[in-house]
């Protein structure tokens, strides 16, 4: 999967209309909350088959910190 | 690990009854901080929409007795013929004393040959009240076993707090577990790991921590959500990383133990804790999604111990009812427990879930 491709996957998790970027605060986007974080839990479970735990998701500060937890799987 | 196949024992009926209220996620955008877009994610990340919910005067025990005098109705069951009851809630009539099975005991009128005990379980609890049925059964112990198994989680959560108000329903079911005639081989296991204890809890109003003016303190939390010491609290990132961690293995484990193969089985009805839990299990798992049932959390909530049996009672009715199909049951939740069941249910009473009228009480 490409990071672009990742980045729409993260989109349609969080029912945002507008694209997100990577250099996005998580702060700044409105739909980013605990019901997000949990979303994104299982959203990378289905993708890649590794859960993350909640505390994972909460250290992430931007968006490319969110991309950065799935390492290599990205290109 | 915990495995154990019982023979000579059936079920021979479950029956569900959910609450009179009906409570829709659309109209309380105003509870969870007049957010409609978070709303909508709620329903579509989470599956929830409608749920049932019980007035002050309505408890798990009157929810479950109106069940069990349905199930034994339609079955044509003596109630003298009952020699073991067992209640599974985590919303008894009272905390301490007297144990809630004793009142339904009395309210049913049940004989004084029958046993009767509470467990305090929940998400996996019908599945543990299940063991211990047909375990009772296969020792032959008993001969009938009436198992009620429901919550009332509406009661103890916070109308603001958005991670578990919207989320439970309440229902009561009734199941009974009978000799049988035939082999009737049924599966089980069975596990614990209580270092999660604290991710879904209501800290105050036991032993450990007594109510008092402090613990009835409304405390605002950082992610908005409201709740005193006394109402229910759920970490859902721990409890949805205690699921993915757990019920695979657990799921291979029961296949494996029965002998079944994903095919051979007709239905896995998992604890309807939320879709997206479900959805992930059965895709971990190579199960096709028409083998297990993810909308009933959207129709009732998640309805704790009581969630199985509904399910049941909710998709399975027409077909349990007139056929024979093998299922695989899992349960898992507060503790963190969490129980699988291989079982067998040849034309059962299974009427549909039902309204609570309250005729009885």
């Known amino acids: 999967m490409t990071k672009q491709e990742l980045l729409k996957e993260i989109k349609n998790a969080l029912q945002r209309d507008d694209d997100i970027a990577e250099d996005m605060e998580l702060e700044s986007i409105e739909e980013w909350d605990s019901l997000a974080a949990l979303t994104l839990l299982s959203l990378y479970d289905q993708l890649f088959s590794v859960t993350f735990t909640m505390a994972e998701i909460g250290k992430c500060r931007k968006v490319s910190d969110l991309v950065a937890l799935v390492g290599d799987k990205v290109s | 690990m915990v495995k154990i196949k019982y023979n000579g024992a059936k079920i021979a009926g479950i029956v569900t009854v959910v609450p009179e209220h009906k409570r829709r996620i659309d109209d309380e955008v105003h509870l969870y901080g007049n957010d409609p877009k978070q709303i909508a994610r709620i329903k579509n990340v989470i599956?929830?929409?409608?749920?049932?919910?019980?007035?002050?005067?309505?408890?798990?025990?009157?929810?479950?007795?109106?069940?069990?005098?349905?199930?034994?109705?339609?079955?044509?069951?003596?109630?003298?013929?009952?020699?073991?009851?067992?209640?599974?809630?985590?919303?008894?009539?009272?905390?301490?004393?007297?144990?809630?099975?004793?009142?339904?005991?009395?309210?049913?009128?049940?004989?004084?040959?029958?046993?009767?005990?509470?467990?305090?379980?929940?998400?996996?609890?019908?599945?543990?009240?299940?063991?211990?049925?047909?375990?009772?059964?296969?020792?032959?112990?008993?001969?009938?076993?009436l198992l009620l198994v429901g919550?009332?989680?509406?009661?103890?959560?916070?109308?603001?707090?958005?991670?578990?108000?919207?989320?439970?329903?309440?229902?009561?079911?009734?199941?009974?577990?009978?000799?049988?005639?035939?082999?009737?081989?049924?599966?089980?296991?069975?596990?614990?790991?209580?270092?999660?204890?604290?991710?879904i809890i209501v800290p105050a109003g036991g032993c450990r921590m007594p109510r008092s003016s402090e613990t009835s303190i409304e405390v605002e939390y950082d992610d908005g959500n409201v709740r005193t010491k006394e109402h229910l609290y759920m970490n859902g990132g721990e409890v949805f990383n205690f699921t993915m961690r757990e019920l695979p293995p657990a799921m291979k484990e029961i296949f494996e133990f029965s002998g079944k193969t994903i095919e051979q089985i007709d239905y896995v009805v998992f604890h309807q804790a939320n879709k997206y839990i479900i959805t992930n299990i059965a895709r971990r798992l190579n199960l096709p999604m028409d083998k297990a049932p993810a909308e009933t959390t959207g129709r009732y909530g998640n309805l704790s111990s009581a969630s199985i049996p509904a399910t049941i009672c909710d998709v399975l009715s027409n077909e349990v009812s007139s056929s024979s199909k093998e299922l695989v049951l899992a349960g898992f939740g507060v503790g963190f427990s969490w129980a699988t069941c291989a079982v067998k249910l040849d034309s059962i009473f299974c009427p549909e879930v039902q309204l609570y009228k309250g005729n009885d009480k």
């Not at chain 2, 044509?76 to 007297?98: E, K, R």
């Not at chain 2, 046993?115 to 059964?137: I, K, P, R, T």
């Not at chain 2, 009978?178 to 082999?183: A, D, G, I, N």
């Open chain 2, 151 to 199: 919550d009332t989680t509406s009661k103890i959560c916070h109308p603001r707090d958005r991670a578990v108000a919207p989320l439970f329903g309440d229902a009561g079911t009734a199941t009974l577990i009978q000799r049988s005639q035939q082999e009737n081989p049924t599966f089980f296991t069975l596990h614990t790991d209580g270092t999660g204890f604290h991710n």
């Open chain 2, 47 to 145: 599956g929830l929409n409608e749920r049932y919910v019980s007035d002050v005067d309505t408890t798990t025990a009157d929810l479950c007795q109106e069940a069990a005098i349905i199930l034994l109705k339609g079955l044509n069951v003596n109630i003298q013929d009952i020699d073991g009851m067992i209640l599974v809630t985590q919303t008894p009539d009272y905390y301490s004393q007297p144990f809630t099975a004793a009142c339904l005991h009395a309210k049913l009128g049940l004989s004084k040959d029958c046993l009767a005990y509470d467990v305090n379980l929940g998400c996996s609890g019908f599945v543990y009240g299940q063991w211990l049925a047909h375990m009772m059964v296969s020792s032959g112990t008993c001969k009938n076993v």
